[in-house]
C-alpha cells in the first residue's frame, strides 16, 4: 500500500474539517444544510455560502489525486454540491407560481421565499411573515451555478428545469429598481419590513447575469435550446445604478459590509478599481474592530441593548447601538479572499492572523469561528467612551459554517491546493482589466432609390433596404415580440419575458434564426409610438448619446453593428437637411465625439459582428413557428399597421390665416381654446420688467364642465362644417380641443358625411400631420389628448430613482404636485402625469418629455445632478417658461407658448442650459418649407462678458468702517445693468433644482445635535431625527428636503439654504453652544432681509423720501434686490443672514465667518 504524500495527508485534514464542521449537518434526502443542529431551516444564501467548501475541495482532490481513493473523495464531494445545489432548485421549483407572478408585479408577497425545510423542501414560514425578497441570495444562485456548470458539474437534468433558470434570471435582471430586503434580510435597518434598493443585491444580480449568459446548462452535452439567454442593456442597467450608489447601500446605510461580497469573490460585479478601493477602505475605517467587522452603523442584533422580545426597532433607540455593534469575523474571511485573488500577501496575512486570534478550538481541536463577538451589558458604558477597550465574548452559531466554509476554501488557495481561477473558472476577477478602444460598426441605409440617390448627390453610397437580400433588416419592437416567447413552459405555466423593452445593446448585434440573418433598427428610431423621432436634430443628438453609450458598455463578443435607416419621414421639403447630413458625414469620416466609427454594409460585417441565436422561438413546444415560411408570417404578422390611415381634414397650408367663416360667439369661445388650456405660469415678481410696462398674464386652465356649460348655444355642425374646410392647423386644433372637451372623444363628426368618424380618430390625424410639418406645440397638445405614453418613459423614471433621486410631477403646490419615490409600472406612471397636470394635456406631455431627457442627462452627464435630491418637473417647465421670458423680454403667457413650440431637440438643449446654469440665447430658423420657429443656441463669448465681469465683482468687499462714504458708489456698482437679476436667476434655478451646498445635509445633522430643531414655514425638523439617522444616511437628507420642498418659491428656498448653511458655521464655532430650543429659519431670512432694507433706505434717504427710488418685494415678501444680492461682499445676503443669526443666538456677528454658497 503506497503512503500518502504530504498534499495528500494535509487534504485528509480539510476533508475531515469540512465533514466535521459542515457535511455532517447535509440531509440525506433533500441535500440541504440547516443553520444550525437544532434547526431545521434552510436558507438559500448560507447553503450556497457553505456549499462553496465542498466544491473547492472536490477541486483539489481531483487536481492533486495520488490514489484512486482520492478520486472517490473527489466524486462524493462533487455529489454532495450537486445534490445541494438542485435540492434549492427543487425547493425554488415548487413556487414557480409566485416566480411567475414576481415578474409582473415585483411584489415583496411574491418573491420565492428566503428558507426553506430542510427535509421537505417545503415553506416554513408565510409570505408576510419574513422578509423573503432576496435577490441577491436568488442570484448567487445563478451565479454559483453558472460558475459550477463551467467547472464541469451537471445540475441541471431536463429542459423544464432549463426554462425555470431562464426565468429565474428574467426574476433577478429587474434588481436595479426592485426594493427588497438585502443580505441580512431587514430591509431598512429599523427591521420594520420596509424594503430597499440595496447595492449588494444589485451588484450581485449583475454578475450571476453575466456569469449565466449563453451559458449552456448541458455542459459539452447540451445544444440550442438549453442555452441561457440575457439582455445585456438589464446587465448595463444594474453596472451604472451599482456605480452611481457605492460606496453606500442604501438609503438606511450608509456603508455596509456585505459589500465585500460583490467588490471581490464570489462576484466580482465592480469594474471600477478606484471605486473598489474606496468602498472597501469606507467599510474598513468605519465598521472594523478587534473581532472582526459590524454589519452596518447602528446595528441592534444581538447587542445587550436589543429587546429580544421584538424583531423590530423604534427610530429613536437605533443611536444606542452606536458604538457596541456585534463585530463579526465571517469578513475578515473576504478579506483573505480578496488578497488571494489580487496576489496581495500581506493583505492575507494580516487578516489570517487577526482571525486566527478570535478562533474557537472545538472538542477534537478543530478550529471553529463564531458567528459574532458581542459585548456585555456592563461593559456598554466603558466602550463606548473608548472604543475597542473591552473583551468581547463569541456569540450566535458556533462554528457559523458560512464563515467556516470561506475559511477553508482561502485555506485550499494559500497552501496552493487551489488557483483562483479553478473556482473561477468564468473568470470574474478579471473585469477590471483593461479593454482595447472600441470599433463601432455602421450600416447606412436608404428606404428606397429615392432616398439612395439623394444621399449619393452628398456623396454617400448606401444600400436599400430591398438591396440586402441576405440580411432581414427589421424595427426593434419586432426583437421584443421574438423575446416574449424566451422561457415559455406551459407545463410549468411560466409565460417567459416580461417585459417588451430593447435596450440599444441589444439591436447592436446581428441574430439568426432558422438559418436567416436580422439586424434590428435602435428603437429610438421607431416612429410609431411617440413623437420624439419626428426631429432630426434630436434623432442625430440620440444616436451621438447612444454611441457614446456603446463605447462605454459594449461586452460582447465581436463589435456592435448599428443599422441607420434613412427615411422619407426624416427629409424636409424632399430635401435631406443640414443637420442629418452633417451627421452622415462624421459616420462616413471615421469619428463621432470621441467614438471610432466604421461604415460599411451589413454583409460585410458579417465576419466581425457579435452574433445571437434566436432559434428558441421554434425549439419550444409553445412556439409559433416552425419553419422559414413561418417565420416570414410572422414577422409580417408583427409589423402589420394597427389603424388604417384617413384623409378628412383640409390639407393644412403653412401661414394660413384665420378663417372669418365662424359666428362670433363660436369664434369667441372656441378658437384659442387650445392656448387657454395652459396651466403653466409665472408668477410677475418671477419676471422682469417687460417693454411697453406689459403685465405678465397669469392663466389658470379654464374647467371642462365650464367649456360644457356654454357648449349649448354653440352649433356643432358649424364647428364641424369650419373643421372641414379651414386650411389653420391652429383652428383645426382649436375646434378638435373644444369637441373634446364638450362632446367626448367618441363623438361622430360626420364630417364629410362619413359615418363613424369620431372625434379622437380626427385628433390622430391632426397629430400626424402636425409632426410632418413639424408644428410642436400642436403635436404636444394632440398627443395629449390622445393620452399618448412615451416608449421608454418608466425606464427614464426609474434611471433617475434608482440612482437616488426623488421625482415629482405637476405643478407646485400639492396636493396638484405629486411626488414618486420608487419606480411604477408605464400605464400607473403616465396616469399619475396625466392627473397631476389635470387638463392641461399639453404640459403632461411635456413633463413626459423632461423626464426622458433628464434620464438621458443622467446617464451621459450625472455631475450636472451633484447635491440634487429631489427632481420637481413642474417647477422645472416653471422655471423654463420664467427664463424664455427673461430672455425674449415677453409675457408670461407669450413665453409659455413659446415653450410648447420648441422643438423637442430645443427644449432638451434649454433644459441642459437650466441644469448647467449657462446663459442661453434664442434666434429664429427655418425648419423647411417656410416654417419658422425658435431655437436656443449657445451665447457667445462677447455676449456673456457680464456675467464674466459679474463674477469679478462678486469676489469677497472687504469690510471697512466707511459706512456712508462710498457705500452708496459701492451698492450702485455692485447693481450694475449687465449683472442685474444674475443672482436672482441663479438662486431661482437652483431652488428649481433643488441644488444645495456640498456636504450641507451633514453640516445641518450637526447643526440639529446642538438644538431642538429648525422651524421652515412651520414645519419643525426635530433633533430626534439624529438618533435614528447617521449623517450620511441618504434619508436624513430626504428628510430635510421634505421640509425645504414645502416652500413654492424656488428663490425662497434658496435662501433657506443659505440661513442654514450660516448656522452651520455657527455649529462649527464655539457659539455652537447658543444654539437651543427651536430655531425658525424664516424669520432669520426675514430678519436678514429687514437689516438689509433698513440699511439702503437709510442711504438712500433723500431718494425714498421724494419717491424716485422704489424697492420692489418678491416672493414671500422679500425684497427682490436681496435675492439678487451675492453671498458675499459688502451687500452680501450672507453678511445680512449672519447679524440676523447672532442677533438671534446672541453672538458677535464677526464670529461667524463668509461662506460660499456652491
Not at 39 to 47: I, K, L, P, S, T
Not at 869 to 880: A, E, F, H, N, T
Amino acid at each position: 500500500m503506497r503512503s500518502r504524500s504530504n498534499s495528500g495527508v494535509r487534504l485528509d485534514y480539510y476533508q475531515h474539517l469540512v465533514h466535521k464542521t459542515i457535511l455532517t449537518h447535509q440531509n440525506p434526502i433533500t441535500g440541504l444544510l440547516p443553520a444550525s443542529i437544532d434547526q431545521n431551516h434552510a436558507w438559500v444564501r448560507d447553503n450556497l455560502y457553505c456549499i462553496m467548501a465542498v466544491w473547492g475541495l472536490a477541486l483539489a482532490y481531483k487536481k492533486t489525486a495520488d490514489m484512486d481513493e482520492d478520486r472517490a473523495k473527489a466524486y462524493e464531494l462533487e455529489q454532495s454540491v450537486v445534490k445541494l445545489m438542485r435540492g434549492l432548485l427543487q425547493c425554488m421549483m415548487r413556487q414557480v407560481d409566485k416566480l411567475e407572478k414576481f415578474k409582473y408585479t415585483q411584489a415583496t408577497t411574491d418573491s420565492l421565499h428566503a428558507k426553506y425545510n430542510i427535509t421537505t423542501c417545503g415553506t416554513v414560514v408565510g409570505d408576510n411573515e419574513w422578509g423573503h425578497l432576496q435577490i441577491d441570495a436568488t442570484s448567487l444562485y445563478i451565479l454559483m451555478l453558472a460558475q459550477m456548470t463551467a467547472s464541469g458539474l451537471q445540475i441541471i437534468f431536463t429542459l423544464d428545469e432549463v426554462a425555470f433558470i431562464q426565468n429565474l434570471v428574467f426574476y433577478v435582471e429587474s434588481a436595479y429598481r426592485t426594493p427588497d430586503y438585502g443580505m441580512w434580510e431587514r430591509g431598512d435597518k429599523t427591521n420594520h419590513g420596509w424594503p430597499e434598493l440595496n447595492a449588494s443585491s444589485i451588484g450581485m444580480a449583475k454578475a450571476s447575469l453575466e456569469a449565466i449568459k449563453e451559458m449552456d446548462l448541458f455542459g459539452s452535452r447540451g445544444g440550442p435550446a438549453s442555452i441561457i439567454h440575457v439582455m445585456a442593456d438589464e446587465i448595463s442597467q444594474c453596472k451604472a445604478i451599482l456605480e452611481s450608489m457605492l460606496p453606500r447601500e442604501s438609503k438606511s446605510k450608509e456603508i455596509d459590509a456585505s459589500l465585500l461580497s460583490i467588490l471581490s469573490y464570489p462576484a466580482f460585479a465592480v469594474e471600477d478599481l478606484d471605486l473598489i478601493n474606496l468602498t472597501k477602505n469606507e467599510i474598513i475605517s468605519k465598521l472594523e474592530g478587534r473581532y472582526g467587522l459590524s454589519r452596518f452603523l447602528r446595528d441592534g442584533y444581538k447587542t445587550p441593548m436589543e429587546d429580544p422580545r421584538r424583531l423590530h426597532y423604534e427610530p429613536w433607540e437605533l443611536s444606542v447601538f452606536e458604538g457596541i455593534e456585534c463585530e463579526w469575523p465571517l469578513f475578515w474571511t473576504y478579506l483573505i479572499l480578496d488578497g488571494l485573488f489580487k496576489g496581495d500577501k500581506g493583505q492575507v496575512m494580516e487578516y489570517k492572523e487577526k482571525l486566527s486570534e478570535v478562533m474557537v478550538k472545538g472538542e477534537d481541536g478543530l478550529p471553529l469561528i463564531p458567528e459574532l463577538y458581542t459585548i456585555a451589558a456592563d461593559k456598554v458604558d466603558a466602550e463606548r467612551e473608548e472604543p475597542g477597550s473591552q473583551e468581547r465574548s463569541p456569540g450566535g452559531k458556533m462554528p457559523h459554517m458560512w464563515s467556516q466554509s470561506l475559511y477553508i476554501l482561502g485555506c485550499l488557495i494559500q497552501e496552493g491546493f487551489l488557483a483562483p481561477g479553478e473556482i473561477d473558472p468564468l473568470n470574474r476577477r478579471l473585469i477590471c482589466q483593461p479593454r482595447p478602444d472600441l470599433v463601432v460598426q455602421v450600416s447606412i441605409l436608404a428606404e428606397d432609390l429615392y432616398i439612395q440617390d439623394l444621399l449619393k448627390e452628398h456623396g454617400i453610397e448606401v444600400q436599400t433596404t430591398q438591396e440586402v437580400a441576405n440580411i432581414r433588416v427589421q424595427p426593434a419592437r419586432v426583437l421584443s415580440h421574438i423575446y416574449h416567447h424566451l422561457g415559455q413552459n406551459k407545463k410549468l405555466g411560466l409565460s417567459g419575458r416580461p417585459s417588451y423593452d430593447i435596450g440599444l445593446l441589444g439591436t447592436s448585434q446581428l441574430y439568426t434564426l432558422k438559418g436567416q440573418t436580422f439586424a434590428f433598427t435602435p428603437q429610438f428610431i421607431d416612429q410609431q409610438q411617440f413623437y420624439l423621432a419626428l426631429d432630426n436634430e434630436l434623432l442625430v443628438d440620440m444616436l451621438k448619446t447612444d454611441l457614446a453609450y456603446l463605447r462605454y458598455n459594449w461586452r460582447n463578443l465581436g463589435r456592435p453593428t448599428v443599422t441607420f435607416p434613412v427615411s422619407h419621414n426624416m427629409l424636409v421639403g424632399r430635401v435631406l437637411p443640414p443637420p442629418l447630413q452633417n451627421c452622415l458625414q462624421k459616420l462616413l469620416a471615421g469619428s463621432m465625439d470621441g467614438v471610432r466609427i466604421h461604415v460599411g454594409k451589413l454583409e460585410e460585417f458579417m465576419s466581425t459582428s457579435c452574433f445571437t441565436s434566436l432559434d428558441f422561438l421554434y425549439l419550444s413546444d409553445e412556439s409559433p413557428v416552425s419553419d422559414a415560411d413561418e417565420v416570414t408570417q410572422y414577422l409580417d404578422t408583427l409589423l402589420s399597421p394597427t389603424f388604417p390611415k384617413r384623409n378628412l381634414l383640409s390639407m393644412p397650408r403653412l401661414g394660413a390665416k384665420r378663417s372669418s367663416s365662424l359666428s362670433r360667439k363660436a369664434s369667441f369661445r372656441v378658437l384659442g381654446s387650445v392656448r387657454r388650456s395652459r396651466s403653466v405660469f409665472v408668477d410677475e415678481h418671477n419676471l422682469p420688467d417687460v417693454k411697453g410696462d406689459r403685465v405678465p398674464d397669469v392663466r389658470h386652465s379654464p374647467s371642462m364642465s365650464k367649456l360644457r356649460d356654454g357648449s349649448g348655444d354653440i352649433d356643432c355642425a358649424e364647428l364641424v362644417e369650419h373643421l372641414k374646410d379651414t386650411w389653420s392647423l391652429q383652428e383645426q386644433a382649436d375646434i378638435l380641443h373644444y369637441l373634446y372637451n364638450t362632446q367626448g372623444p367618441d363623438w361622430e363628426t360626420k364630417i364629410n358625411m362619413r359615418e363613424g368618424v369620431t372625434v379622437v380618430m380626427l385628433v390622430g390625424e391632426l397629430y400626424e400631420k402636425a409632426g410632418q410639418l413639424k408644428q410642436w406645440s400642436i403635436v404636444r397638445h394632440m398627443a395629449g389628448m390622445l393620452r399618448k405614453r412615451v416608449e421608454d418613459l418608466a425606464q427614464a423614471a426609474t434611471d433617475l430613482l434608482v440612482r437616488q433621486k426623488q421625482l415629482s410631477v405637476g405643478l407646485p403646490p400639492q396636493p396638484r404636485e405629486r411626488t414618486i419615490t420608487h419606480p411604477l409600472p408605464p400605464e400607473e406612471l403616465a396616469k399619475m402625469i396625466y392627473d397631476s397636470c389635470g387638463e392641461d394635456s399639453s404640459t403632461a406631455v411635456l413633463t413626459q418629455e423632461i423626464l426622458v431627457y433628464l434620464a438621458m442627462f443622467i446617464r451621459t452627464e450625472p455631475n450636472l445632478f451633484r447635491e440634487m435630491l429631489r427632481l420637481r418637473v413642474g417647477l422645472i417647465i416653471q422655471v423654463m417658461v420664467s427664463e424664455l421670458a427673461r430672455t425674449l423680454s415677453c409675457t408670461g403667457e407669450e413665453a409659455s407658448e413659446h415653450l410648447m413650440s420648441l422643438s423637442p431637440f430645443d427644449l432638451k438643449t434649454l433644459l441642459h442650459h437650466i441644469l448647467s446654469g449657462k446663459e442661453f440665447g434664442v434666434g429664429e430658423v427655418e425648419r423647411g418649407g417656410g416654417n419658422k420657429s425658435l431655437s436656443i443656441r449657445k451665447m457667445e463669448k462677447e455676449e456673456v462678458t457680464g456675467m464674466s465681469r459679474l463674477r469679478k465683482q462678486v469676489t469677497i468687499i472687504e469690510h471697512n468702517d466707511k459706512l456712508r462714504k462710498g457705500s452708496e458708489e459701492e451698492f450702485e456698482q455692485s447693481m450694475q445693468v449687465d449683472r442685474q437679476g444674475q443672482w436672482l436667476r441663479r438662486r431661482r434655478l437652483d431652488g428649481a433644482l433643488n441644488r444645495v451646498p456640498v456636504d450641507f445635509y451633514t453640516k445641518i445633522w450637526n447643526v440639529l445635535k446642538w438644538c431642538q430643531g429648525l422651524s421652515i414655514e412651520g414645519q419643525v425638523l426635530s433633533s430626534s431625527v439624529t438618533q435614528e439617522m447617521t449623517p450620511g444616511e441618504l434619508n436624513f437628507a430626504l428628510r430635510v428636503e421634505g421640509i425645504l420642498n414645502s416652500i413654492p418659491q424656488p428663490e425662497y428656498r434658496q435662501l433657506m439654504v443659505e440661513a442654514m448653511m450660516v448656522l452651520a458655521l455657527v455649529a462649527d464655532t464655539d457659539y455652537k453652544r447658543n444654539l437651543r430650543g427651536v430655531i425658525m429659519v424664516d424669520r432669520l431670512v426675514a430678519d436678514a432681509n429687514a437689516m438689509f432694507l433698513s440699511e439702503l433706505k437709510s442711504m438712500f434717504k433723500d431718494e425714498v423720501d421724494s419717491n424716485t427710488v422704489e424697492f420692489r418685494t418678491g416672493a414671500a415678501n422679500i425684497c427682490t434686490d436681496f435675492y439678487d444680492s451675492a453671498p458675499s461682499g459688502r451687500f452680501g445676503t450672507m453678511v445680512y443672514m449672519s447679524k440676523a443669526v447672532a442677533q438671534t443666538l446672541d453672538c458677535e456677528p464677526d464670529s461667524i465667518a463668509d461662506c460660499t454658497i456652491a
